[in-house]
């Protein structure tokens, strides 16, 4: 709306796949401009070894969302397994993705197939989000317009609240 055309965004993929291991990234530079890396907790090491893509047996790659209690419990429960990269593992082994991808669903938990970006686009839920704007504003009362504020960059003098939590939103998120 501020400049009157569709603006396209282009994410690196090297960047966005550094994002994903931020915790290997992760430092802090002692007094003397050295750098150390910052150690994960005990629980986060642990959820990064069993938080991985597992085969399933039709071939494809199934990724569980194991990094919160509630939800690892409820993976856990449609897997049958233990909370350990061995277990869970095998378990996925034993279901075919899109299965598994409708299991996890419909226990109200988290996980889902990895797909290249051409499958994700036919994906009813790609495809709905392809058809979407990056940011969508719905008036939700009647209000007087407020003109953007100057600034060279699409978003300047715009305030954002973030809450989100987890991967996305934090990288989502930071300016």
Same mark, same amino acid.
């Given at each position: 709306?501020?400049?009157?055309?569709?603006?396209?965004?282009?994410?690196?993929?090297?960047?966005?796949?550094? =994002?994903?291991?931020?915790?290997?990234?992760?430092?802090?530079?002692? &007094?003397?401009?050295?750098?150390?890396?910052?150690?994960?907790?005990?629980?986060?090491?642990?959820?990064?070894?069993? =938080?991985?893509?597992?085969?399933?047996?039709?071939?494809?790659?199934?990724?569980?969302?194991?990094?919160?209690?509630?939800?690892?419990?409820?993976?856990? &429960?449609?897997?049958?397994?233990?909370?350990?990269?061995?277990?869970?593992?095998?378990?996925?082994?034993?279901?075919?993705?899109?299965?598994?991808?409708?299991?996890?669903?419909?226990?109200?938990?988290?996980? &889902?197939?990895?797909?290249?970006? =051409?499958?994700?686009?036919?994906?009813?839920?790609?495809?709905?989000?392809?058809?979407?704007?990056?940011?969508?504003?719905?008036?939700?009362?009647?209000?007087?317009?407020?003109?953007?504020?100057? &600034?060279?960059?699409?978003?300047?003098?715009?305030?954002?609240?973030?809450?989100?939590?987890?991967?996305?939103?934090?990288?989502?998120?930071?300016?």
């Amino acid at each position: 709306m501020r400049t009157g055309r569709r603006q396209k965004i282009k994410v690196s993929v090297r960047d966005a796949a550094a =994002t994903l291991r931020t915790g290997d990234y992760t430092v802090k530079r002692d &007094g003397n401009g050295a750098y150390h890396p910052i150690p994960i907790p005990a629980a986060q090491a642990h959820m990064l070894t069993v =938080t991985q893509p597992w085969r399933t047996k039709d071939g494809l790659y199934f990724l569980p969302h194991l990094n919160l209690p509630n939800l690892a419990a409820r993976v856990l &429960g449609v897997l049958k397994c233990e909370h350990t990269p061995a277990s869970v593992s095998a378990a996925v082994a034993q279901w075919n993705a899109d299965d598994l991808e409708d299991a996890i669903a419909k226990a109200r938990a988290c996980g &889902g197939i990895v797909r290249s970006q =051409t499958e994700w686009l036919v994906h009813p839920q790609g495809a709905y989000l392809a058809s979407r704007p990056v940011v969508e504003i719905t008036r939700i009362g009647d209000a007087p317009a407020q003109p953007f504020h100057k &600034g060279d960059q699409p978003l300047s003098g715009v305030r954002v609240l973030d809450l989100t939590r987890i991967l996305a939103g934090r990288s989502a998120g930071e300016a």
